[in-house]
């Protein structure tokens, strides 16, 4: 009897297990749980130098945090790093020499160097101060690193520091002299010997001191402006830097109210946009001359161009205006420098401050004179300023420089060589080259791209003179890709639209097997069947075709939900696992409850190419708008949805057009959800909102279209607008201000959901669940058949 009553008990205890870790109906309680619920997917992958080991962070034990894992080509089973082992691994980024046996790294503010053959690890410095950015010299016989403001070198085979540049803070200390002094001075040396004498043998000791001195570097006075984008040319005859003083602008105040001191305390955050931007210039520091030589950049072509927007803001006539003067350059910015690998050629990149022009150009050292190779304009902005990818690199020949641009219309690869001009475009089409990396032999390119379709990333190869690319990777989804020192392996992440991501390993050629290394999922997360959005595109009406994820119910209820993804310039119709991998749980449970839901790839959204990605200029809530309301469109005339009971949500940038459907087209959405919400760009920062709107100083048309604050009397729906109070990002003043404005014009269909302790993007699963109770909520009160 008892040993019957004990088998019962094990029975019972398996069974409420296994119901605990079946997901049998989704709540917005369950899906807004720590994400550790769903399982922790690998991530920070990186290769060890010798090329036999991969590293990546992971979590199967449900940890507190995660821990670093490791896998050989041998044995593919993941095994814990034990703490211990992790400090003597070196760095998970640094750099190789040109035969891939030697690798430079920084640690924990210190620099090292690593012996791939042996695993001998060489400690370079061992300081207070940070040192970083290790690099090559040119012969490879030393290691140059910066330290504080300057840079320093480590000859390998001796041990022996060399400081390259002494950059100092404040001005040059000159003595001051009277011309009193200077009478005095001359008088006492004219009639007394002793004097006279002293005088000359000091002036004697000071110069056979500085003879027998070793050569310093020049002292820079900085003045009050800092130092950076310290580069030394492969054959240390030039050093090359940029020279910022910032502007000094006016940042915001956030306040934290509720904090373990009991005190409200403030949290300063960015300034607003429009605010002074920091200037700059560049400088070539010939070492043999020991002078520092101003680089101009006024004859950049284009620099002084008027730009089209101000035409929308004529300058009123006056007899001095009608003066001719020449146009003043625009300012300007050193991004990056490239020496090639002798020495001879050195790129830099130039990027305009209004973000609308970048220059690639030649620069001579000798008589510091720039000769451009590529020019990129575009009256919207130029993609890379905050927005896409720049790549630059040398080829074998070290005179060929490839680099990524814009200017058909998709990012795509070009070598150009810059002792004639040629240009070259790699690879072309209607697609995006979204990553570049170069072979160590210099003979392959390996490219990330979307060419079978928008929603997929693959990885191919090809040879740099250009010719058809190899596919490499084969599942249907997105890949991103780790590859092996060696060249010989390719380690990646990969994710489809249901799936999370898991590490896989395969072999660095084409038609090769990968082989799945994680398993990460829970068996409660695999118990539900999740959707596969289906990939839809809908018809904008200036015929444009918008991708958009649809989630179709099996009883629908004749409602439908809209999501606007947030990040301004961001993916998320795609076949991929989603960064909105919360939002993706919600709309299946919206579908489990009838709803249609409708996620779309809006313009601006990431991609698409350049036209897609400057749609909403000088006008945000306009073509991004009106995509979504085709989408509603779309969602009445093909999925029988009543025009009457159609939602909207979103964070962020979701959110600002939650507000502008909301306010501006009010009677095409019952209800909307506008979380952490942009109202006022004004407000917003400077380098994303100055690309899009200009500054509101000089464009205050495109800040008045594109602002809810201007179109809040519009509002008729139900309005919910959730937002943490200690955001950093988008501040919670300008839910606070909207809030002012909604209390004077009289509406009273809207509430506000504030949070306390939530930074832009929510941590709390209390917060989460809170959220996402009252969206639901919101929808359930005013999207249901009446």
């Not at 004990?6 to 917005?28: E, F, I, N, R, Y």
């Not at 390119?445 to 490499?472: A, C, D, S, V």
């Not at 200029?617 to 009971?645: C, E, S, W």
Request: glycine letters at 6%; a neutral charge; proline letters at 5%.
């Amino acid at each position: 009897m008892y040993r019957l009553t004990c088998l019962t008990l094990l029975l019972w205890s398996a069974l409420c297990t296994h119901a605990q870790s079946v997901l049998d109906k989704l709540t917005v309680e369950k899906i807004m749980r720590d994400p550790k619920w769903i399982g922790v997917s690998p991530s920070n992958v990186s290769w060890s130098p010798d090329s036999k080991t991969v590293y990546f962070n992971w979590n199967p034990e449900n940890a507190i945090a995660d821990s670093l894992y490791s896998v050989t080509l041998q044995n593919p089973k993941p095994v814990m790093v034990p703490a211990k082992a992790q400090m003597t691994l070196p760095s998970r980024s640094g750099i190789f020499n040109k035969a891939y046996s030697l690798y430079a790294y920084e640690k924990n503010g210190d620099v090292f160097l690593y012996t791939v053959a042996t695993g001998k690890v060489a400690q370079i410095t061992n300081t207070v101060q940070r040192e970083s950015s290790p690099s090559f010299s040119g012969d490879e016989k030393k290691i140059v690193f910066n330290a504080g403001t300057n840079l320093f070198s480590w000859t390998i085979a001796t041990g022996e520091f060399a400081q390259l540049t002494d950059f100092k803070e404040g001005k040059k200390s000159v003595p001051s002299y009277t011309d009193q002094d200077k009478w005095l001075h001359q008088d006492q040396l004219a009639y007394f010997d002793v004097l006279r004498e002293r005088d000359r043998k000091q002036q004697l000791t000071q110069k056979n001191q500085k003879a027998t001195q070793p050569k310093r570097p020049k002292k820079i006075y900085l003045e009050d402006k800092s130092a950076d984008l310290l580069m030394v040319s492969p054959d240390e005859k030039f050093i090359t830097y940029r020279v910022s003083k910032t502007s000094g602008p006016k940042g915001t105040i956030v306040p934290s109210y509720v904090t373990v001191s009991g005190f409200t305390e403030e949290i300063f955050s960015r300034p607003k946009v429009g605010a002074p931007v920091s200037s700059s210039e560049f400088y070539l520091y010939d070492i043999a001359r020991d002078t520092a030589l101003l680089v101009k950049m006024d004859e950049l072509p284009g620099i002084a161009d008027t730009l089209e927007y101000t035409k929308d803001y004529p300058v009123k006539k006056t007899s001095d205006t009608d003066k001719k003067t020449k146009a003043t350059p625009r300012p300007v910015a050193v991004g990056n420098v490239l020496w090639s690998p002798e020495g001879k050629y050195c790129v830099v990149t130039i990027n305009s401050v209004d973000f609308k022009d970048r220059w690639i150009a030649l620069l001579d050292p000798a008589t510091q004179k720039l000769t451009t190779l590529s020019h990129q304009h575009d009256e919207a902005w130029i993609s890379g300023n905050g927005f896409g990818n720049l790549g630059m690199g040398w080829l074998a020949d070290n005179k060929q420089l490839w680099y990524t641009s814009e200017e058909t219309g998709f990012l795509h690869l070009y070598t150009v060589d810059v002792a004639t001009g040629t240009k070259k475009a790699i690879t072309q089409g209607a697609f995006e080259v979204q990553q570049v990396w170069l072979s160590a032999d210099k003979k392959l390119f390996y490219i990330l791209t979307n060419e079978i379709h928008p929603g997929e990333k693959q990885l191919y190869r090809l040879p740099t003179t250009g010719g058809k690319p190899e596919r490499l990777t084969t599942l249907t989804g997105s890949h991103e890709v780790f590859l092996s020192p060696d060249e010989k392996n390719i380690a990646f992440r990969y994710s489809y639209s249901n799936k999370p991501w898991e590490l896989f390993i395969m072999e660095n050629k084409p038609g090769a097997k990968p082989r799945q290394i994680t398993q990460s999922l829970t068996s409660e997360f695999k118990s539900y069947a999740w959707r596969e959005p289906e990939l839809v595109t809908v018809k904008a009406r200036d015929t444009k075709d918008i991708y958009a994820r649809l989630y179709k119910p099996k009883n629908p209820n004749g409602a439908a939900v809209i999501f606007v993804h947030g990040a301004g310039y961001l993916q998320n119709a795609h076949k991929w696992w989603s960064s909105y991998f919360r939002e993706y749980m919600f709309h299946n449970l919206l579908a489990d409850m009838g709803y249609t839901v409708l996620d779309m790839d809006y313009r601006a959204s990431a991609g698409y190419g350049r036209d897609w990605r400057t749609g909403i200029y000088r006008h945000m809530g306009g073509k991004d708008l009106t995509d979504n309301l085709d989408g509603a469109k779309f969602l009445v005339d093909q999925h029988q949805i009543d025009p009457k009971r159609i939602g909207i949500y979103g964070g962020s940038y979701g959110g600002f057009i939650t507000l502008m459907a909301m306010f501006t087209t009010p009677d095409t959405f019952a209800a909307g959800a506008a979380l952490r919400p942009v109202t006022d760009w004004a407000h917003y920062n400077h380098p994303y909102t100055g690309s899009i709107l200009n500054i509101p100083q000089s464009d205050s048309i495109a800040y008045a279209k594109s602002s809810p604050l201007y179109h809040a009397q519009g509002l008729k729906g139900a309005l919910l607008i959730c937002h943490g109070m200690v955001d950093v990002n988008v501040h919670f003043q300008d839910a606070v201000r909207l809030s002012q404005r909604l209390i004077e014009l009289g509406k009273d269909n809207w509430e506000l959901a504030v949070y306390p302790m939530e930074d832009h993007g929510f941590v709390e699963a209390s917060s989460w669940t809170d959220e996402y109770k009252r969206i639901l909520k919101l929808f359930e009160e005013n999207l249901k058949a009446k």
